[in-house]
């Protein structure tokens, strides 16, 4: 096995840790928590699936919560940004439904909300999402103020609809370019890929960066970590390469890796090189060269000019 394919073996192993740990976790923000922050389902059309949302008021008073879905798109900056159910394509807000939408909260109770997701009969397959806000509000508002809003927290919903043959659901992604400098002076280096699920269903990628100097030796390398991508919809995923060469052309490859839809782990690889030139030291250097170059020359032409005269 080559240097490089071992390298992509190594990335497979990593990612495969990776991903499998990738847990929801709890989100807390105007004095409640709520956990879990993401559900990810698979629910055939016509079918009905539930999940349970705990909610907790870490506040001193008493939290009045209200739950409500909205649509959310996330664009390649990572930006979130929510609008009414039925604006995007994909949306599954209005599928969702709740036991209690409105309840008041204690200091420190927990309260487990459950959700119903009940899927159309007539549905396209492939991804579909929605954000379930908590709200909490102040009960006792300032005077003239019918309600003050402390906080909100969404927990994204991400339904996968099977469909009736394999061909329906597809999950692919591709590398659409790399963020990387033409050449510069001294580090840190900043590093990006920008991927785009070209599937009709999440993808969640990762990313790494492999650093190769003159001889193909391995200078470093640099984990961008991981992005939720949402169909037809690219981000970005960038880093910092602070321990970097004094000088060098480096070739860097740029590997990601996504489970498709069976399961298994999808690598794909994209290299390009840069220049790292400290321009100041190298002036210095050139300027120092050519005055010693300079003063031989003067030299030279003294020793000449005294052999003549003998």
Same mark, same amino acid.
């Given at each position: 096995m080559s240097s490089y394919q071992g390298r992509i073996a190594a990335t497979s192993l990593l990612l495969v840790l990776f991903l499998s740990l990738f847990s929801s976790p709890t989100l807390a923000q105007g004095g409640i928590k709520v956990s879990p922050t993401k559900v990810d389902l698979v629910v055939d059309r016509g079918? &009905? *699936?539930?999940?349970? +949302?705990?909610?907790?008021?870490?506040?001193?008073? &008493?939290?009045? +919560? =209200?739950?409500? *879905?909205?649509? %959310?798109?996330?664009? $390649?900056? @990572? #930006? %979130?940004?929510?609008? /009414?159910?039925?604006? $995007? @394509?994909?949306?599954?807000?209005?599928?969702?439904?709740? #036991? /209690?939408?409105?309840f008041d909260l204690n200091p420190g109770a927990t309260k487990e909300v459950k959700v119903t997701v009940a899927v159309p009969d007539e549905v396209e397959p492939g991804g579909h999402y929605a954000a379930l806000f908590f709200e909490t509000a102040l009960l006792e508002a300032p005077p003239g103020v019918s309600v003050t809003i402390a906080g =909100?927290?969404?927990?994204?919903?991400?339904?996968?609809?099977?469909?009736?043959?394999? *061909? $329906? &659901?597809?999950?692919?992604?591709?590398?659409?370019?790399?963020?990387?400098?033409?050449?510069? $002076? !001294?580090g840190p280096v900043e590093t990006g890929v920008v991927v785009r699920n070209t599937g009709n269903i999440h993808l969640t990628i990762a990313a790494k960066v492999y650093f190769s100097g003159f001889r193909g030796e391995n200078i470093g390398e640099l984990d961008l970590g991981?992005?939720?991508?949402?169909?037809? @919809?690219? =981000?970005?995923? !960038?880093?910092?390469?602070? !321990?970097?060469?004094?000088?060098?052309?480096? !070739?860097?490859?740029?590997?990601?890796?996504? %489970?498709?839809?069976q399961g298994e782990l999808v690598n794909k690889t994209k290299t390009a090189d840069f220049w790292i030139i400290p321009w100041k030291l190298v002036t210095i250097i050139v300027v120092a060269l050519g005055l010693l170059i300079l003063l031989i020359w003067r030299l030279r032409k003294r020793y000449r000019l005294r052999i003549e005269r003998k």
């Open positions: 079918q &009905v *699936a539930e999940e349970v +949302i705990s909610v907790e008021n870490q506040g001193d008073g &008493v939290a009045r +919560i =209200r739950a409500y *879905a909205m649509d %959310f798109s996330i664009d $390649e900056e @990572s #930006n %979130f940004a929510f609008y /009414e159910p039925g604006h $995007e @394509s994909y949306s599954c807000a209005r599928w969702l439904t709740l #036991n /209690e939408a409105e =909100r927290i969404p927990s994204l919903f991400y339904l996968t609809i099977p469909g009736a043959t394999e *061909a $329906e &659901v597809f999950s692919d992604a591709e590398i659409v370019s790399l963020l990387l400098p033409g050449w510069v $002076e !001294k991981q992005v939720v991508v949402l169909p037809h @919809s690219e =981000r970005i995923m !960038k880093g910092r390469w602070e !321990k970097i060469p004094l000088f060098s052309r480096v !070739k860097a490859s740029v590997v990601i890796g996504y %489970f498709n839809q």
